[in-house]
C-alpha cells in the first residue's frame, strides 16, 4: 500500500453491512492449486472440505469498527498465534551477514568490476596494431565453432541453474525461483525490523490502545481461521500499530506486522481491514520477498555480462554511460516492475482466500481500492500509467478483485459462514458515487445563470 489518501470516502451507511455476519466458524479447506496469477475464470471443482466451528462467534469477536484511541478498550479476546511486543530486540554485535545482505553490498563492485573489464578490452582493442586486429578477427572465424560452443555452454549453465532452483509456492503452487536459503532471509528479516523499530520506536501505540486491539483481533482471527495452512501456523504474528498519517501496511517474512494508523483511517469497516491485512499475511506466506530478491539477484548477475559487452563496445565512456542506463530501465521495466504486479495480484488473490475462511465479507475488497481510486482524484495526484508502477492500478486492482468474488463467496460458503445480510457494499460504493456526480451538477447549474456573458464559460467535466 503506498500513497497518502486520508478518509475521503462515500460509504453511504456501512452499518448496513458491517455486522453482517453473525457467527465465526473455522475452516480447513483444499484449495486446487493453480499454475499462474490470472483469476480462474472456471466453476470450483470438487474441493475437500471440513469446516470445525468456533468457539466464539465472530460478531462479540468483532464489533463496529471503533478505532479511535478514546475510551476503554474491547475486552481481550482468547490466546491467538500471536504474541505482544513489549520490548526491543537487537541483533549480536558479531552476528555475520546474511547472504543475501552480502550480495546487496557487493553487488556494486561487480558493476564496477564488469565496467572496469569492458573498459580495459576497448582500450586492448584500439592499441591493436591493424595487422593484429585483422589477424585476430581471422583467428576468431576460424574457431567460430569452438567459441559458439563456449557461449552455448555458458547458456546451459545458466538453464540448468534456473531449473534446479525452482521450487512450488505454497498454496498457489506456482513454480517459484529460490537462489537464497530461506534461513538467510529471516536473519535479513530481523534486521529489518530492528531498523523499523528504531525508526519508529516513538510512534509505537501501546497495546492498550483501542486501535491496536483492532488490529490485534482482526490478525488474530485470520491466523486462527486459517492454522490448516503450514506456513500461517509456523509463523508467530507480532503486532506494531504505528501513530503515522501515511495508508500503509506490511508484514516482514519472519511475521512482524506493522499497521499505520492512516491505514485504520482510510478503511471504512472491519472487512477492508481484514482483507488488506489479509493481503499482507499472504506476502509474508508465499515467501514474496525471497522470490523476488531471488530473481533480481539472477537478473543482476546476468546483465553482468551484457554491461561488460556495453563497455567495451560503445567508442566513448559518455555512450557506455547512456547504454548502462538504458540497459538498466529495460530490466526494470520489462522484467522488476512487472514481476512486483505480478507477486501484488497473487497476494490479493491469496489474501482474499484468507479472508473469506475468516467468514469476511469480501466483498468490501473491491469497494477499498475504489475508494483508495476516488481518494487520488479528490486530491488531485497524478495518475501514473501501471507500467511505471510496482502495483496495478487502483482501478485494475479493483476489476481484478471483482472477478475474483464469486470463487471467494463459494469458499465462505463452503465454511457454513453466516449469510452476508444487507446490500451488497459495491451497489452502496455505486449508488453514493452516482449521488455524488448529481449533486455536483446541481451546485455548477444555478451557478453557469449567473455568469457573466463576456466571459468565456468554464467546463469541469471531471468534477
Not at 505454497?170 to 529489518?192: C, D, N, W, Y
Amino acid at each position: 500500500l503506498n500513497g497518502n489518501a486520508r478518509n475521503w470516502f462515500l460509504t453511504g451507511s456501512p452499518d448496513s453491512y458491517r455486522n453482517s455476519i453473525g457467527k465465526g466458524l473455522r475452516c480447513f479447506l483444499d484449495v486446487p492449486h493453480t499454475s499462474g496469477q490470472e483469476v480462474d475464470r472456471n466453476e470450483h471443482r470438487s474441493l475437500g472440505r471440513l469446516c470445525s466451528q468456533s468457539s466464539q462467534p465472530l460478531g462479540e469477536k468483532f464489533p463496529s469498527l471503533q478505532i479511535s484511541s478514546v475510551g476503554q478498550p474491547p475486552h481481550h479476546f482468547p490466546a491467538w498465534n500471536i504474541q505482544i511486543n513489549k520490548s526491543f530486540h537487537t541483533s549480536p554485535s558479531l552476528q555475520a551477514a546474511p547472504v543475501p545482505l552480502f550480495w546487496i553490498i557487493v553487488k556494486p563492485a561487480q558493476k564496477l568490476f564488469a565496467i572496469i573489464l569492458g573498459r580495459s578490452i576497448r582500450k586492448w582493442w584500439k592499441a591493436l596494431p591493424p595487422n593484429k586486429r585483422e589477424l585476430f578477427k581471422e583467428n576468431a572465424r576460424r574457431n567460430k565453432w569452438k567459441i559458439l560452443l563456449g557461449v552455448s555452454s555458458l547458456g546451459v549453465v545458466f538453464i540448468m541453474f534456473y531449473f534446479t532452483h525452482l521450487e512450488e509456492t505454497p498454496i498457489t503452487g506456482r513454480a517459484r525461483l529460490l537462489v537464497f536459503g530461506k534461513e538467510h532471509f529471516r536473519e535479513l528479516s530481523q534486521m529489518e525490523y530492528d531498523m523499523w523499530m528504531e525508526q519508529f520506536k516513538s510512534q509505537m501505540l501501546p497495546e492498550t490502545d483501542a486501535r491496536y486491539q483492532v488490529v490485534e483481533r482482526v490478525v488474530g482471527h485470520l491466523s486462527e481461521s486459517n492454522k490448516d495452512v503450514p506456513q500461517v501456523a509456523a509463523l508467530k504474528w507480532v503486532i506494531h500499530v504505528v501513530d503515522e498519517p501515511g495508508v500503509n501496511a506490511f508484514v516482514l517474512p519472519n511475521g512482524q506486522v506493522f499497521v499505520f494508523t492512516g491505514l485504520l483511517d482510510a478503511v471504512s469497516d472491519i472487512h477492508q481491514l481484514s482483507f488488506i491485512l489479509g493481503h499482507e499475511i499472504a506476502h509474508a506466506v508465499l515467501e514474496h520477498a525471497v522470490k523476488k530478491a531471488s530473481l533480481v539477484h539472477f537478473l543482476d548477475f546476468l546483465s553482468l555480462i551484457f554491461l561488460t559487452m556495453i563497455w567495451a563496445i560503445c567508442p566513448r565512456d559518455s555512450l557506455a554511460v547512456v547504454g548502462q542506463w538504458i540497459q538498466s530501465k529495460l530490466q526494470e521495466f520489462m522484467f522488476d516492475r512487472p514481476y512486483s504486479r505480478t507477486l501484488e495480484a497473487e497476494a490479493d488473490k491469496v489474501g482474499l482466500q484468507f479472508a473469506a475462511k475468516a467468514c469476511v465479507d469480501v466483498r468490501a475488497s473491491s469497494v477499498f481500492w475504489q475508494q483508495m481510486e476516488l481518494a487520488e482524484s479528490i486530491q488531485g495526484q497524478p495518475r501514473l500509467p501501471e507500467w511505471l508502477s510496482t502495483h496495478p492500478s487502483h482501478e485494475n486492482r479493483a476489476e481484478h478483485l471483482d472477478r475474483l468474488i464469486p470463487e471467494a463467496l463459494k469458499i465462505r460458503e463452503s465454511c457454513n459462514c453466516p449469510s452476508l445480510s444487507g446490500p451488497d457494499p459495491r451497489l452502496i460504493f455505486r449508488l453514493n458515487m452516482q449521488h455524488l456526480l448529481e449533486s455536483s451538477k446541481g451546485r455548477e447549474a444555478p451557478n453557469s445563470t449567473k455568469q457573466d456573458p463576456s466571459k468565456p464559460k468554464r467546463d469541469f467535466p471531471h468534477t
